[in-house]
């Protein structure tokens, strides 16, 4: 269905594709996998026809293809009402129809026009696959959780759960054929991720997936693509991310052992060569030349040491060496809390949380955190998380009760769409404002979370998701926080950068509450859950 030909793509000297090559057959559902700021979203737009490649092309079977490509980060207007964009949606199918009616008068004037029959052809099935009435418009948004959301209420209230199903409620009624899905499951619940594997598991189209939930990718994903950062291309491998991770690990220690194996054989060749020109100049030292033959005989063993040596040299320039195994260099992190906690570190009591003027979301919330535990807390999206947060946070004021913080608690909030930062500084600016460090250590400290070079001098604007996550991490590490806030802490980091968090985790002394939907970083990472269900908390061990 889509095959992409040769793809290369630079920006000024920096090469981000290079020669990539592959196809994706109808029902095949396609990982897309490789760290932050490898390419993979300039890939998906390429696909789209979004952005132009610098050579090679992209070739769609059949050519008039329906692609539906998610965007990262979400391309809906936010200023207009939630009632307004279904509108606008629906008015795209009214045009759809008119232009239908057009072509059928166009048609019945001049039959004999091939092109008028192709494009009648076009939009009449344009309209057979795309949503095409209210009722199936409805039962979409009931399957997708956004039925309850007023018309009136503007698309930038809504939660990132929200947004990103609306996001892909705008894709999928266009009736797709084929789907290039940038993250699709940042901010998802878990009920929402359920859905969305199962309604993959039932498309019958093709699907390309950037995904760094590993569990989502097990689950939906038939072949992984790994994005090299290095080569800047892909390599393809059968099965889902676990069966990927396997045969990834068996290269890579099987590369491992013919490198070890090439440089041990290549030490003793030296050795030998080194050797074989010590004796031919101890001969020609120790003898004089009355003796023609010895020493004539030495210099010959001298060429032949000589001769080894340059087809050493072109073995080692040639392409059938083995180069060393590239060592994943992901985030290196370590919490250190400058001030232990004591044992009670939170109270939450008789706590109603919400905004003015409205019903509050979450009623009657007692409950306390102890030093050291590791609370997750999940509910469906939109039922107020993050708003809780925010409040304990000091962001917003309880609507009733109170909120008690422990001695020597010194928290640190990592928001979910990452408005803390100043969009206008540069990350070393950005580190500076909250740590006394001079510029040599800020640039030492950005180094371990991967702003190496002029990347800690770029704006906050001008950074990844995954680079503005990995920055407001670096904020709250410098800070010594001993109580972390973390609202979808790792949506926007790759696989490899997660599992780095996981251990950097795992050997924080503090305490944390944490809003996440990732299911293989909970059953790692939880001591207990908070389940939000009907406006209330449950404890759940």
């Not at 598991?201 to 390309?208: E, N, R, S, V, Y």
């Not at 590239?326 to 809390?337: G, K, T």
Request: negative net charge; proline residues 5%.
């Amino acid at each position: 269905m889509l095959t992409a030909h040769n793809i290369t793509k630079s920006y000024g000297t920096q090469t981000i594709l290079q020669d990539i090559s592959f196809s994706i057959q109808p029902k095949e559902r396609v990982g897309l996998i490789g760290p932050n700021g490898c390419g993979k979203t300039t890939l998906l737009r390429i696909l789209a026809g979004g952005e132009q490649p610098d050579s090679g092309h992209v070739a769609l079977n059949p050519p008039d293809l329906r692609l539906g490509y998610l965007e990262q980060g979400f391309s809906l207007q936010f200023d207009i009402a939630f009632g307004e964009l279904l509108n606008r949606a629906s008015g795209d199918l009214a045009h759809l129809e008119q232009e239908l009616v057009r072509l059928a008068h166009e048609l019945a004037i001049r039959p004999e026009k091939p092109d008028l029959q192709e494009a009648y052809d076009d939009v009449l099935n344009r309209l057979e696959t795309a949503v095409p009435d209210r009722y199936q418009l409805s039962s979409l948004l009931n399957h997708l959780g956004l039925e309850g959301i007023p018309a009136g209420q503007p698309v930038e209230t809504l939660s990132g759960g929200q947004k990103t199903r609306l996001a892909l409620a705008m894709v999928l009624l266009k009736g797709p054929q084929a789907l290039l899905l940038d993250e699709p499951t940042n901010h998802l619940d878990i009920q929402m991720l359920e859905w969305l594997e199962d309604w993959l598991a039932d498309f019958q189209g093709a699907a390309l997936i950037v995904s760094h939930d590993r569990t989502f990718l097990d689950r939906t994903v038939n072949h992984i693509l790994d994005l090299n950062p290095n080569t800047h291309q892909v390599k393809a491998y059968p099965g889902n991310y676990t069966d990927y991770l396997h045969q990834y690990r068996q290269e890579v220690e099987q590369q491992w052992q013919i490198y070890k194996d090439q440089e041990a054989e290549t030490r003793r060749i030296r050795q030998d060569i080194a050797r074989t020109k010590e004796q031919a100049r101890w001969v020609e030292i120790t003898t004089t030349s009355r003796q023609p033959n010895v020493r004539r005989y030495a210099r010959k063993v001298a060429r032949k040491a000589l001769a080894r040596e340059k087809k050493l040299n072109r073995f080692l320039t040639s392409e059938d060496r083995v180069e060393k195994p590239e060592r994943s260099w992901q985030m290196n992190i370590e919490f250190a809390p400058e001030v232990e906690s004591g044992k009670d570190v939170l109270h939450l009591d008789n706590l109603s949380i919400g905004y003015p003027d409205i019903q509050p979301l979450l009623t009657n919330i007692n409950l306390s955190l102890w030093a050291g535990e590791r609370v997750v807390l999940t509910g469906p999206n939109g039922c107020g998380k993050t708003t809780l947060l925010r409040t304990i946070a000091g962001q917003l004021q309880p609507v009733e009760g109170s909120i008690r913080l422990g001695a020597n608690v010194h928290l640190g909030y990592m928001a979910q769409e990452q408005e803390v930062l100043n969009p206008e500084l540069s990350a070393l600016e950005t580190l500076q404002a909250i740590a006394p460090m001079n510029e040599t250590d800020a640039r030492n400290f950005l180094h371990f979370f991967l702003f190496a070079g002029d990347k800690a001098l770029q704006p906050v604007n001008l950074l990844s998701y995954g680079e503005r996550a990995r920055l407001i991490l670096a904020t709250l590490v410098a800070q010594g926080c001993n109580l972390l806030l973390l609202d979808e802490p790792i949506n926007h980091l790759d696989i490899p950068s997660r599992e780095r968090f996981e251990q950097a985790l795992a050997t924080f002394d503090g305490t944390v509450i944490a809003v996440v939907h990732d299911r293989y970083f909970i059953e790692q990472f939880a001591s207990r859950l908070w389940l939000v269900e009907d406006a209330i908390i449950e404890k759940a061990l």
